[in-house]
């Protein structure tokens, strides 16, 4: 039982983490939750399918249909991160300033949304995936069956726990800072997962590793461990990483807080020339 | 105008001559076969050439699913009941590579020797 748990809690870990943080980031915006919802089950959906086509989709691109599938979400999922978290540092002032003088939760801002969507959708999407295999496995497997499915739904309730304990943190944190706080959070997420896409890709041979193991950090938090899981999915932590998935990492990291910059020395000039006039 | 169409075609023969080496490299690469049979990997030891790159073709012999795990070799891959997926791993320094299957981690266990 304690095993299904613990792969059933290291699955749901991705999804809920990132569903605690975009939430957290676009507190307050309308139809949030309608938005999260609507991503879950589309997300759960999507799972079913890729789960009941994993076959198919493993003999494609000469057996390595699984790495390309991976990697091609965790980079969708990149850019749209990247895309939001742009966004917000142009609007997030605006809207974070509104949001105190007012007192109340901002209204506005149809953007997030669809981000919103599309981020849980495929988050829930990834790792859902797994976790419907896995499933399937114990429910064919026969005596321990119960046992095992007791396990999951703890594992998945867990999970889900520690998205919302995320949240619960996250939004005590005064307006004027959640939005800062949320970007850089946002900013780790993406870069790290920049870097599982590079490691899928170095997996299916379509890029080269540049070395296995630039460093090796197992011994103070190893991949497989819970605290290992979370640090991965929060900052995209890996005790033993490639030198392209570092590349990977540092560009994205780079790219995200230049063109968040940039956007903001727009934004500021744009409305010193406003007040100008 | 002449100079650009050679070296198109140089770009041409260039791209030609390296999938062709890649798909001479593909099929050179030494395979190894493991099954996988009431959630245990057989053989669970499999001794590998080392600094090279090998094919290890996982049979599932099982109708339930297993995920492929190896920290050591950063490799995870999803291998559906009763289907055979294919894993390239290397090129390895000489050692001792643990892999497992994450579905049934007290049973599925092996280790890839390199040498």
């Keep these: ?277 | 105008m002449a100079s650009a169409k050679n070296r198109l075609l140089t770009l041409a023969v260039v791209t030609l001559a390296s999938t062709f080496a890649f798909s001479l490299a593909q099929a050179g690469t030494p395979e190894f076969r493991i099954i996988i049979k009431d959630h245990v990997f057989v053989p669970a030891e499999v001794t590998v050439p080392a600094n090279t790159k090998v094919k290890l073709i996982i049979d599932n012999q099982d109708p339930t699913p297993e995920e492929f795990e190896s920290h050591e070799m950063h490799r995870e891959k999803i291998i559906a009941g009763n289907k055979t997926a294919t894993i390239l791993i290397g090129p390895l320094k000489p050692g001792k590579y643990p892999f497992f299957g994450e579905f049934n981690e007290d049973t599925a266990k092996g280790v890839v020797i390199a040498q």
């Design chain 1, 1 to 277: 039982m304690f095993s299904s748990l613990i792969i059933v809690f290291r699955e749901v870990l991705e999804a809920a983490l990132v569903i605690g943080i975009v939430c957290a980031a676009t507190r307050g915006v309308k139809f949030r939750g309608l938005s999260v919802t609507g991503g879950i089950l589309i997300g759960v959906v999507g799972a079913s399918l890729v789960a009941l086509f994993v076959d198919t989709l493993a003999d494609m691109a000469e057996g390595m249909g699984q790495e390309l599938f991976n990697a091609l979400i965790l980079l969708v999922v990149v850019i749209t991160l990247a895309w939001h978290t742009v966004w917000m540092s142009y609007h997030g002032a605006e809207l974070a300033d509104q949001a105190s003088k007012t007192g109340e939760s901002v209204k506005q801002g149809r953007e997030p949304l669809t981000v919103l969507f599309l981020l849980v959708g495929l988050a829930v999407l990834r790792e859902g995936a797994e976790v419907v295999l896995f499933l399937y496995g114990i429910a064919a497997g026969g005596s321990s069956a119960s046992m095992m499915m007791t396990g999951s739904v703890l594992g998945l309730f867990f999970g889900v726990l520690l998205g919302f304990a995320l949240y619960a943190g996250l939004v005590r944190i005064p307006t004027k800072h959640l939005f800062s706080v949320t970007a850089a959070m946002l900013v780790l997420l993406a870069s790290g997962m920049a870097g599982q896409a590079a490691k899928y890709l170095i997996q299916a041979d379509y890029l080269p590793a540049w070395g296995y193991d630039i460093w090796d950090s197992s011994w103070l938090v190893s991949n497989g461990s819970i605290p290992g899981e979370i640090l991965r999915t929060l900052i995209g932590y890996d005790a033993r990483p490639a030198g392209m998935q570092l590349l990977f990492y540092v560009s994205t990291l780079l790219l995200i807080l230049g063109g968040m910059k940039l956007v903001k020395r727009h934004h500021r000039t744009a409305q010193e020339r406003y007040q100008a006039v």
